[in-house]
């Protein structure tokens, strides 16, 4: 009925050693979109890399620009939406690649787990015929064929009887039900890169404690690089080997998870951190908050994101924007506080 | 002032399902189905659990926004599902909810300050305009919002603020209990932290009662002195918070706290995590017996025919199990 698991091998050191070359390159990735009163900017000037083998994280509040990330890297920027910069995968450019290379792509090596599976799913088709689609359309396997490795996979991310199960509906399914179709549809085509965005936020604190334990396996198994977006600290600590903090579409700071949480460097990620109710803390105090509110998209401003809400703003800040300097360590923060130790 | 606020005892509410096909009834979910618990003044209750527990329902229906099947809630000694529609009225005066959506909780079309005075003006008719201005500028001072906004329309404000102006709304009347349908869920970690410590400030300056209701047991911990848990409707647990989070003694409990990723990786990779199977069943059609025995990893042949009582341990708190 139940498994105690001992220590989760999710992280890093329980991982095969990522090889050398990343397979996502994202470089001075910006996204604007032209909105009733101008162009606003949601992603600015955005790098990283990304390993296979890997589990990124991203991590931010509302209008981060986050998500904005992803939709880019699998090109999938809204008709309004314009990016710049370059996101090479496997040494192909996404951002400028015709809608059929996408397709292909797509469907052979890049693939998504979106937030909400109800929405994901098409109502009107039976699990089945979703399933194999993605393999007949992408792989040229016949019906037949492609039901049999669903099924397979089905039961691969534990979905009880599953060869009767893949004949239902997707409402049909309970929400923890339809997550678990959502990625066996996800790593059908055995994807070298996955995507997801706040894959289990929609779901019960029980059914994502499944649904992390299944990514971090599957993960482990496939030996794939994963980018996961989600605002819970939480999620970030369980399955990540790298985050990314991102206010305001820029990077504030980047490091290794445990060099994050132990030493954050940016006053952002301190404060996000410090306001993050826990089940260890002193319940006396107050929690320490951030004042103000995330600033939803914003046209281009001069100086640092944060700045209007951090409490060690200097003059600086607000005329300037901080570079992300790297910092021994693999890790880097966009501070103009943070100066960090010379490298070498 | 009486020792007991709030009184709910064996409290139930049944849905009826559409009919069926021949036009008997399809069903009934059993959303609450016979919770009991007591409030004290200055109290603040955490209730959490998972979708489908029926922790919104029971808010409502203490209430009276639901109408319950079966119990009895005694607010104040008055039995408040006999009252009538004036006494009910009166007595609502000190009953105030706060919900989890914070914009649609706002009537777009009003003023913020209309939506603050609102509570006044339907309770005291009679209070000039320089009163409820003043009034509802001292609400609004409470909760940090500034009182030159008065003016302004719900949409010009972010959630965290809307958040704010449905505090301001609910304690204008200087009610003794706040339901609080989980109004942090929907708010960014930030602002989170901003509203936990406002109901703390409220709570402490005025007194106030709240029934804290939520699925995040992090957020619970922050603001309530008693933790009940349900699961599909029925209480598992109920414990003093510190007694609770030091020793959770139900295995759903245990297994909620224990599902939570704790943002401490290195925490995280020692802890050994309890994962149940499966998920949440249907409320229409619980399982027999206890209602966790289908996920519970004690659940023995007894559990899926005799349903374990609420019984007082050592340490004070009620649990509903045959082996904890």
């Known amino acids: 009925m139940v498994c105690v698991m001992p220590s989760i091998p999710t992280n890093a050191d329980a991982r095969p050693k990522a090889d050398s070359a990343p397979i996502l390159s994202v470089r001075d990735l910006s996204v604007d979109f032209k909105l009733e009163h101008g162009w606003v900017r949601a992603v600015d000037g955005v790098s990283f890399e990304v390993r296979r083998g890997e589990v990124l994280g991203i991590v931010g509040e509302s209008g981060s620009g986050k998500s904005q990330i992803l939709m880019a890297a699998m090109g999938l920027t809204a008709i309004n939406g314009k990016c710049s910069g370059s996101v090479q995968f496997e040494g192909e450019e996404i951002l400028n690649a015709t809608p059929e290379r996408l397709d292909k792509i797509r469907g052979s090596s890049l693939s998504m787990i979106f937030q909400d599976p109800m929405t994901s799913l098409n109502p009107y088709m039976r699990v089945q015929g979703q399933l194999a689609e993605v393999l007949t359309a992408h792989q040229g396997k016949s019906r037949k064929e492609a039901i049999e490795i669903a099924i397979e996979l089905l039961e691969r991310v534990r979905i009880p009887d599953a060869r009767r199960r893949i004949q239902l509906y997707p409402h049909e399914f309970s929400g923890g039900m339809r997550q678990r179709v959502m990625i066996a549809m996800a790593l059908l085509c055995r994807p070298a890169l996955l995507f997801a965005d706040e894959p289990t936020t929609a779901l019960d604190v029980t059914v994502q404690a499944q649904i992390l334990q299944l990514l971090g396996e599957l993960v482990r198994d496939l030996n794939a690089a994963v980018v996961i977006v989600t605002h819970d600290l939480g999620v970030i600590a369980r399955l990540c080997d790298r985050v990314i903090v991102l206010y305001g579409g820029r990077i504030m700071e980047q490091a290794a998870i445990d060099d994050l949480f132990e030493t954050p460097r940016h006053p952002y990620s301190q404060g996000l951190m410090a306001a993050t109710p826990r089940l260890d803390d002193d319940v006396a105090h107050d929690l320490r908050t951030i004042p103000g509110a995330p600033r939803a998209l914003m046209g281009k401003i001069g100086g640092c994101p944060f700045a209007p809400r951090c409490d060690r703003r200097i003059a600086r800040c607000t005329e300037e924007t901080p570079a992300l300097l790297p910092a021994p360590g693999a890790r880097a923060a966009a501070c103009h506080l943070v100066v960090p130790p010379r490298i070498g | ?324």
């Open chain 2, 1 to 324: 002032m009486a020792e007991t606020l709030l009184s709910v005892s064996d409290l139930k509410v049944h849905f009826p399902l559409g009919k069926g096909l021949f036009g008997g009834a399809a069903g009934v979910v059993k959303a609450v189905d016979g919770i009991s618990f007591d409030l004290k003044p200055g109290e603040t209750l955490g209730i959490v659990g998972e979708s489908g527990c029926g922790k919104s329902t029971l808010g409502r229906a203490i209430l009276r926004l639901t109408k319950a099947t079966e119990g009895r809630v005694v607010w104040m000694g008055q039995d408040m599902f006999g009252l009538d529609k004036t006494t009910l009225r009166k007595a609502r005066r000190d009953l105030q909810i706060i919900f989890q959506d914070p914009l649609a909780s706002l009537d777009p079309r009003m003023t913020i300050g209309a939506i603050i005075a609102r509570p006044l003006k339907t309770f005291y008719p009679d209070l000039g305009k320089a009163e409820i201005d003043k009034r509802v500028k001292d609400s609004m001072s409470q909760v940090g919002l500034a009182p030159e906004m008065l003016r302004r329309y719900p949409h010009e404000f972010s959630g965290g603020q809307c958040q704010r102006i449905g505090i301001a709304r609910a304690i204008i009347l200087r009610p003794k209990l706040i339901v609080c349908d989980e109004p942090v869920s929907a708010l960014d970690v930030s602002i989170q932290a901003q509203i936990i410590n406002l109901l703390r400030k409220l709570q402490a300056e005025l007194g106030l009662s709240l029934l804290f209701i939520s699925h995040n047991l992090s957020v619970v911990r922050h603001i309530s002195h008693r933790v009940m848990v349900l699961y599909l409707g029925k209480v598992m647990e109920i414990a003093e918070r510190d007694v609770f989070y030091a020793n959770p003694m139900h295995p759903y409990s245990k297994a909620l706290i224990s599902a939570i990723p704790l943002p401490n990786p290195k925490l995280e990779r020692a802890r050994a995590h309890i994962l149940l199977q499966g998920d949440l069943p249907s409320p229409i059609k619980p399982p027999e017996g206890c209602r966790f025995c289908t996920r519970c990893p004690m659940a023995t042949d007894h559990c899926h025919v005799v349903e374990p009582p609420l019984t007082p341990r050592a340490d004070g708190r009620l649990v509903a199990c045959h082996y904890a």
